[in-house]
């Protein structure tokens, strides 16, 4: 888990750390007014390191592998130590995907050849040898600061779970052989909502899927294609979507309580907008041709789960209204793909999957992909738009508090720069 330099907002702390590290020392400017300063066999001193757009933040003073507790530490210290992997230093993370940082130190920045000489960490507001310090008076920036300092979002591993509704076991088996940390609330949400029931859907699933195989194989019916699909993938699949909706109404709660506790503790005044949908956001972008598998299968568990689901923020509510918006009208094609599977024949079921095939190419299915499409930026517009909102509307009630800053604009109170790396998101400032 690394923190990713988004922006370096003019006269900040950073902008004149950066502009400090590119000015030559006292050393240099005596070699280049001696006119000898390519002859020394020592070679030029190390300069500070930069903090540059896209470098990788792998820890906080001694706070590493928690983006929460990172947040956490650069709004509560005066000084923050900023430990960057040099050799990445102009790399963004999502250029080497595979590469993990883990260490049980915090990562220091080491040469890849040779004994050259490398520049200490660079300490932000700290005393440097000169003995002056690099952040001085408060730059003129957002009044309030806007940090998410809960634990990081588990995106993948429930990516990984929408998937297991349409493939089954396959990719159900790696969430639960996961090991979640022990200090990772959100992690565990996955075992312990998912690993007593895949207990008993597990084993059936694989033993329905061999059942499958042998009957294409050898061309013998066993069970009729109608409840072969009706219980692999509908009634199975129903199971687990009522836990991941359980399992996403959990999430809310620890989400809040982390960042309730966690602000407690920094003495820190922030403005963050609600906890993201995660399970909610899947469902809704997800590729349009899964989207039109879990259409078929279990559109109808979604929309009975999502509609008997309480959210307490108005984010979830609104992704909550989408989700419904999208997977009501693919329960018909749910019915409809029941009813022929409840005709068809099992000497048919090879031309069924190449019919499936088929209709995935088709004009009907296109234009159902383009209305998923409209329906997802939609929601991605609405969901920007209502953060934007929220950081405003918090930020106005804090600043009521404070004399000095009520009669300011609202956008001088909070950041609301959109992302680089993600679209459809805003920044985290601090």
């Given at each position: 888990?690394?923190?990713?330099v988004?922006?370096?907002?003019r006269?900040s702390?950073l ?8 000015e030559?020392?006292p050393?240099e ?5 001696l006119?000898d300063g390519t002859?020394?066999p ?9 903090v540059m757009?896209g470098?990788m933040?792998?820890?906080v003073?001694d706070v590493f ?5 990172m947040q956490?530490?650069?709004?509560s210290?005066d000084q923050v130590?900023?430990?960057m ?8 993370p999502?250029d080497f995907e ?9 990562p220091?920045?080491?040469?890849a ?5 490398v520049a ?5 507001g ?5 003995g002056?310090?690099?952040e001085g ?10 940090v998410?300092m809960e ?7 429930t990516r990984w779970?929408v998937?297991a ?6 990719t ?7 090991q979640?940390?022990?200090e990772r609330?959100?992690?565990q949400l996955f075992?312990q909502f998912?690993l007593?029931?895949c207990?008993?859907?597990?084993p059936?699933?694989i033993?329905l899927?061999?059942?499958d195989?042998v009957?294409?194989l050898?061309m013998i019916?066993i069970v009729?294609p109608?409840f ?14 009522w ?8 999430d809310e ?6 960042r309730k ?7 820190e005044?922030s403005?963050i907008e609600?906890?993201q949908?995660l399970?909610?956001k899947?469902?809704i972008m997800v590729?349009?041709i ?5 259409g078929?299968?279990?559109s109808i568990?979604?929309v009975l789960?999502?509609l008997f689901s309480?959210?307490?923020t108005r ?5 909550q ?18 009813y ?9 079921l090879?031309?069924m999957?190449l ?6 190419l088709s004009i009907p299915c ?5 209305v ?5 930026n ?6 920007l738009?209502l953060?934007q909102?929220?950081?405003?509307e918090r930020a106005?009630?804090l600043a ?6 009520q009669e300011a604009?609202a ?6 720069t959109?992302a680089?790396?993600r679209?459809y998101?805003?920044?985290y400032?601090v």
């Amino acid at each position: 888990e690394c923190l990713v330099v988004e922006d370096i907002r003019r006269n900040s702390a950073l902008h004149r750390w950066n502009a400090k590290a590119l000015e030559p020392s006292p050393e240099e400017i005596v070699e280049e007014a001696l006119g000898d300063g390519t002859d020394s066999p020592q070679g030029s001193a190390p300069r500070k390191p930069q903090v540059m757009v896209g470098s990788m933040i792998v820890a906080v003073n001694d706070v590493f592998g928690d983006v929460g507790l990172m947040q956490q530490q650069l709004v509560s210290k005066d000084q923050v130590t900023l430990w960057m992997p040099s050799e990445f230093r102009e790399v963004h993370p999502s250029d080497f995907e595979g590469s993990m940082f883990g260490a049980r130190d915090p990562p220091l920045s080491e040469a890849a050849q040779g004994p050259a000489p490398v520049a200490p960490p660079a300490t932000v507001g700290a005393k440097d040898a000169d003995g002056e310090t690099v952040e001085g008076q408060s730059p003129p920036g957002p009044r309030f600061a806007c940090v998410a300092m809960e634990d990081e979002e588990p995106q993948i591993l429930t990516r990984w779970a929408v998937c297991a509704l349409m493939f089954g076991w396959v990719t159900m088996v790696p969430i639960l052989m996961m090991q979640p940390h022990e200090e990772r609330p959100r992690q565990q949400l996955f075992r312990q909502f998912l690993l007593k029931p895949c207990f008993f859907i597990l084993p059936l699933w694989i033993l329905l899927w061999w059942l499958d195989c042998v009957q294409l194989l050898f061309m013998i019916q066993i069970v009729h294609p109608f409840f072969f699909f009706l219980l692999c993938h509908t009634l199975l699949p129903a199971a687990l979507v009522w836990f991941l909706f359980t399992m996403q109404v959990a999430d809310e709660h620890i989400v809040l309580d982390q960042r309730k506790s966690r602000q407690v503790e920094a003495g820190e005044v922030s403005v963050i907008e609600d906890p993201q949908p995660l399970l909610l956001k899947e469902l809704i972008m997800v590729n349009p041709i899964a989207l039109v598998g879990l259409g078929c299968s279990v559109s109808i568990p979604i929309v009975l789960c999502s509609l008997f689901s309480v959210f307490e923020t108005r984010r979830l509510k609104q992704a909550q209204s989408f989700v419904n918006m999208i997977y009501g009208p693919l329960t018909v094609l749910q019915l409809v793909s029941m009813y022929i599977l409840y005709h068809l024949r099992f000497a048919q079921l090879p031309e069924m999957y190449l019919a499936g095939f088929y209709f995935l190419l088709s004009i009907p299915c296109f234009a159902v992909w383009c209305v998923c499409l409209i329906c997802a930026n939609q929601f991605a517009k609405r969901d920007l738009q209502l953060v934007q909102s929220q950081r405003l509307e918090r930020a106005k009630e804090l600043a009521k508090k404070d004399l000095a800053v009520q009669e300011a604009p609202a956008e001088s109170l909070v950041d609301c720069t959109e992302a680089i790396t993600r679209e459809y998101e805003l920044i985290y400032t601090v």
